[in-house]
């Protein structure tokens, strides 16, 4: 018998250190968590100091029970749950709900599961770091507070079962203040000119030379008027202008800089990213992925050394020790890297091995030497003229790191490229096959996509990495911010060419405006936004979320206690909670935009019980108001006057099938076709305006048949077993829970009593919302009440 407990907080997790250790030890999982906040009441005590009131929550019941009877017979208990803030807390609420011994506990770190390293802790162990547990606990009990706190207040102001948080509410903030300066954005209007010139090179060979004018026109009548002088002027090159330069890799992955580089060149999202990495790292391919540190052990510089060298070359070596610049750096101690970099590719999921690539390919390239370029410009004269043309051309000398990798950016589709320049000398007469003023149009704010928004909240210092996926979930899971597409708009542009000696004018369109999966704010989000930001301006301050990481970090250092910052905390925030309760109106985010015609009512636009709505007339008349809900694509903030009158011609009828009438109509979740008294929703193609009745029977045709599919089959006397095909896969329900079915398993084939063991084998499930199986959770707070 094993004489040594292991304790890991996944099941990967667990098998992968299986395999390093020997049979004197056992593993096993606590499946994240095993107790939290009490969900009755706030679950804190504020008559003593603060107290957490933790219980071990239902689902986690046989799990404890499990470890309890696993403890008794083992000589020592190894905590090895992750080595950050959150992996600490772990540890902690099991040595204090399993009541182990301090004698026979050892705390064990690693920020790799590899055999090396996990004997390595195993040689070094140490006690738990009550400081690190105690900015868990610390962070844990005030957005308790903030969330338990501000939710009623937003229940009674603006509209029930409404949610707030400390990092969310900031995060909605900054994506509502883009949006509005997007609203606010007023394009001008310039007009690039550009030309094509032919010449011959230094060899007498013909060339063509594009070049670009420094000068922009504001105004149509300057461009045409540079065109008219250019019909009788000359061209010559007047310089030339070679400069070395250098271009550098960039660090190693980050948290967030791995969730940027995976949306911009795979497009996945923050929280895919996450779950991609964590099967990564539990499977022993990386090293831990919540981290904001750069740095590289010396082993793993020398291992990426010797795949440079067999790869390209001892030339293509440049060794570089970067170091972190973020403030309150605290999750691990390396950068995410490849735990072996002679392993170029990885086992898994194509997921995985595309974001396995990605991070062998960004730790190599760390290591590499600078890619060395040459920056070529021709200045081009124009007689007669103060202005330049300027021609542009970039060639790779050497390409260094470049060999493995470049990172992207979020612009990197307006970049130019620049081409190799013909070979020319200074003098050489240019004659201009023609030269164009195209009319061109300042941008609006890029809107902020998942990735560019944890850029923006590690600048701000919000958040730390293990929050930032959470963070960007929960403010989409509450509907305050979506998710989507934007198609592009047309939009017409005046284009002069000037060629020979003849000036042509004519208007062009152009696609403009296409957005994809760009973070909007939906109506509720942006009036709880408002509404927040008026009554506590310090929970929605930038400043003040970025100090409060700065408290959490200082806890971790042992430089303050908890119960401090809390209590300096709460005494100024709770004040304002009750007079806001007290004094504050009720908001719903009303704007008048103006009167009906058919009836001389006024018409407004507000937040109802079910979401944005138009209203006619108000409650104070006689006549009692007439509703219709907003569509998805529209906005409190910039509905016009038509388009809301547009809404009212809804429900229509848009005629009979199976001798019942089909009827369109906006609801709380969307635009819908009723028919027999069944509902069925819209795509997001489908203008409830226009949609006909043959779309319609079609709509209602693909729904009938995707529920006769959906059910594969029952098993049990009385059907209690259903086998059912769902987003991600075959699954069974039973007793209201969701089971997952093994991979390679035909669901067809399963028994009552093989689905009864794989109930049995899957402790942790009792997930009664959408989805398919339980899921290894991701170590987050759970949802405030």
Not at 379 to 407: C, H, P, R, T
């Amino acid at each position: 018998m094993s004489k040594n407990l292991v304790i890991v907080e996944s099941p990967a997790k667990a098998k992968t250190i299986e395999k390093f250790l020997g049979s004197d030890y056992q593993v096993m999982s606590s499946f994240g968590h095993i107790r939290d906040l009490a969900d009755k009441g706030i679950g804190i005590d504020f008559e003593n100091n603060y107290k957490p009131e933790y219980i071990v929550s239902s689902d986690k019941k046989k799990v404890v029970s499990e470890l309890k009877k696993a403890v008794k017979d083992k000589e020592i208990v190894w905590l090895a749950s992750d080595e950050d803030r959150e992996g600490e807390a772990i540890a902690w609420h099991l040595s204090e709900e399993l009541q182990l011994k301090k004698e026979k506990t050892r705390r064990i770190v690693f920020h790799e599961i590899t055999k090396d390293a996990i004997l390595h802790a195993i040689d070094n162990p140490r006690e738990i770091d009550i400081n690190l547990v105690d900015a868990q606990q610390a962070r844990r009990v005030l957005d308790r507070i903030v969330g338990f706190e501000l939710s009623p207040v937003l229940w009674r102001k603006i509209k029930p079962s409404l949610s707030a948080g400390r990092v969310q509410s900031v995060a909605v903030r900054l994506i509502v203040e883009r949006e509005r300066e997007i609203n606010q954005f007023v394009p001008e209007a310039s007009y690039k000119v550009s030309a094509l010139f032919k010449s011959v090179d230094i060899k007498g060979n013909p060339v063509e030379l594009k070049a670009e004018l420094q000068q922009r026109f504001n105004i149509k009548s300057e461009a045409l008027a540079f065109l008219e002088h250019c019909k009788k002027a000359g061209f010559s090159v007047d310089d030339i202008v070679t400069k070395p330069s250098k271009k550098s890799p960039a660090p190693p992955f980050t948290t967030s800089t791995l969730q940027q580089e995976a949306a911009r060149k795979l497009g996945f999202s923050v929280s895919q990213t996450m779950q991609v990495a964590q099967r990564l790292y539990e499977s022993g391919k990386i090293t831990y992925m919540r981290t904001d540190s750069v740095n590289l052990s010396n082993m793993a510089i020398n291992t990426t050394k010797a795949e440079i060298i067999g790869m390209a070359g001892e030339k293509y070596v440049k060794i570089r020790k970067f170091t972190t610049t973020s403030k309150g750096a605290q999750e691990a101690h390396e950068a995410i890297r490849p735990t072996y970099m002679s392993s170029r590719t990885a086992e898994g999921s194509a997921q995985e091995k595309r974001l396995y690539e990605l991070i062998w390919k960004r730790t190599i390239a760390s290591q590499m030497a600078d890619a060395e370029l040459e920056k070529t410009s021709i200045f081009i004269n124009i007689s007669g003229n103060k202005y330049q043309f300027v021609a542009s051309g970039e060639v790779i000398v050497f390409d260094g790191f470049l060999k493995v990798y470049l990172e992207s950016t979020d612009d990197e589709n307006d970049a130019e490229n620049e081409s190799l320049l013909p070979a020319m000398k200074a003098g050489e007469k240019l004659m201009p096959a023609e030269i164009t003023a195209q009319q061109r149009f300042t941008q609006k704010p890029a809107r902020y996509g998942e990735a560019s928004l944890v850029r923006k909240l590690e600048e701000l210092g919000i958040g730390r990495p293990s929050t930032y996926a959470p963070t960007i979930s929960t403010i989409q899971n509450r509907t305050y911010v979506e998710k989507m597409d934007r198609q592009p708009e047309k939009r017409e542009f005046a284009f002069l060419k000037l060629k020979g000696e003849k000036i042509t004018e004519s208007i062009k369109t152009e696609n403009f405006g296409a957005e994809k999966s760009k973070l909007f704010p939906t109506d509720i989000g942006i009036v709880v936004n408002d509404f927040l930001t008026e009554y506590f301006p310090d929970i929605l301050n930038y400043n003040f979320t970025a100090d409060v990481e700065k408290e959490f970090d200082d806890i971790a250092e042992g430089n303050i206690k908890w119960t401090v910052a809390i209590d300096n905390f709460y005494k100024k925030f709770h004040p304002v909670v009750e007079d806001t309760m007290k004094k504050s109106e009720r908001q719903v985010g009303e704007r008048i935009l103006g009167v009906d015609p058919a009836s001389g009512r006024r018409l407004s636009v507000k937040i109802g019980r079910f979401g944005p709505l138009a209203q006619i007339g108000t409650s104070n008349e006689e006549e009692k108001p007439i509703f219709a809900s907003l569509r998805r694509d529209q906005s409190i903030e910039s509905i016009s006057l038509e388009d809301a009158l547009e809404l009212f011609k809804l429900p229509r009828q848009i005629g009979a099938y199976e001798e019942k009438e089909m009827t369109v109509a906006i609801g709380r979740f969307g635009p819908y076709i009723r028919h027999d008294g069944a509902f069925y929703s819209l795509t997001k193609t489908d203008d409830p305006m226009s949609v006909t009745a043959e779309r319609a029977v079609e709509i209602i045709e693909d729904k009938r048949i995707a529920e006769k599919n959906k059910l594969i089959g029952t098993l049990g006397d009385n059907a209690e077993i259903q086998l059912i095909n769902g987003r991600f896969g075959a699954y069974f329900t039973f007793e209201k829970s969701n089971y997952k079915i093994p991979k390679g398993t035909d669901p067809t084939t399963l028994t009552f009593e093989q689905c009864k063991e794989l109930i049995a084998s899957q402790p942790q499930n009792g997930n009664k919302k959408k989805g398919f199986a339980r899921k290894t959770k991701e170590k987050t707070t759970k949802k405030k009440k």
